[in-house]
């Protein structure tokens, strides 16, 4: 997704890992929602990812990859989606502000899925640096192929239906109950979502005092506020911060800037950084931790090189202390 200067005719990369997201909507704070596709005929694979809404921020990747090479949604430098939706076709995507419903649906994103004909309100609670979502079916039919929204003038919900040889159409949804539909003001934002704006301030940005700012949130176990205090240091000289990742005490801080080295790093970091990661307790560190540290080990090896043969076998001894993993259904809430 690229965010595009129509003065200047330019496009900023915004964010990235989406599979063909159709369409966009903000919500009353400003923050930006989508609703990506899954890819079809993956249905059924082990990396199949359905379709899903997400909360797009700076710098955010969100793993999607053509064929198997899909990311993980615990993977440290990726973010999950708000909710999983399932198999669909998405296509347009709206606000509910300025529609004349009852308060939770003028707060609400409508979703549209073109496949099985309905239109979906992804109600936002905000939780932390970002928020928690919910699905419900808003409208729904038999033959109600939904192609885009927009609320109107007087209030009132219109969407158009068609495409592919089916009937199309423009309908009007009112509200008609007995709940106010008076203008809703929404909740305020939790002060870790004003810092993650503050830090998505330094995204792309060289500052002098973006690394001060940002490292302290490493150690956060909002993964919104982590990711953008990375991305906030990544987007700094590697000499002013480097230094910092071998000595870091908190293990949170020490794995997630392993990741923001391994990403933006030159290979004569490899050996401090594979020193570092060796040095953290794989078997004592929370779930999430020791995931996190997997990826940085991975970042390392695809982007620096190959460790020396002492490493190699430090850090293999380190990890057969992990296996047999217990069974688990790690999932993007959990994490």
């Excluded at 940005?205 to 490493?218: D, G, I, K, M, Q």
Aim: glycine content about 8%; some cysteine; overall charge negative.
């Amino acid at each position: 997704m690229t965010r595009f200067d129509p003065v200047h005719r330019t496009h900023e990369l915004y964010c990235a890992g989406f599979r063909n997201q159709y369409d966009a909507a903000l919500n009353a704070h400003g923050d930006l929602f989508t609703y990506d596709s899954d890819m079809e005929w993956d249905l059924g694979l082990p990396w199949y990812r359905p379709t899903r809404i997400c909360h797009v921020v700076s710098g955010g990747d969100y793993g999607w990859r053509s064929g198997s090479g899909n990311g993980k949604a615990y993977y440290e430098d990726s973010l999950p989606p708000l909710v999983d939706i399932g198999p669909g076709s998405p296509t347009g995507m709206i606000s509910g502000r300025g529609a004349r419903f009852p308060a939770k649906y003028q707060h609400a994103i409508f979703a549209l899925d073109w496949t099985y004909g309905r239109i979906l309100a992804i109600h936002l609670t905000p939780d932390g640096a970002g928020y928690q979502g919910q699905a419900e079916d808003f409208i729904s039919g038999p033959a109600l192929p939904v192609t885009d929204a927009v609320i109107g003038a007087d209030g009132a919900l219109y969407f158009t239906t068609g495409g592919r040889g089916t009937e199309s159409a423009l309908m009007r949804v009112v509200y008609t109950g007995k709940t106010s539909t008076d203008p809703a003001t929404p909740a305020g934002l939790p002060a870790s979502a004003k810092t993650r704006r503050q830090l998505e301030a330094f995204h792309g940005v060289e500052n002098p005092s973006a690394v001060e700012a940002a490292w302290p949130h490493l150690s956060s176990e909002d993964r919104f506020l982590r990711h953008a205090a990375r991305v906030a240091i990544e987007s700094q000289p590697v000499d002013r911060w480097s230094a910092k990742v071998y000595s870091e005490a908190n293990s949170q801080a020490r794995i997630t800037a392993a990741v923001a080295l391994a990403r933006m790093g030159k290979p004569e970091h490899r050996e401090p950084l594979f020193n570092s990661l060796n040095d953290l307790p794989d078997a004592s560190l929370p779930v999430p931790q020791q995931l996190g540290l997997l990826r940085a080990y991975a970042l390392v090896l695809q982007r620096l090189g190959n460790p020396s043969k002492e490493q190699r076998d430090k850090m293999l001894e380190k990890l057969d202390l992990l296996l047999p993993a217990p069974d688990a259904n790690v999932s993007s809430e959990v994490l």
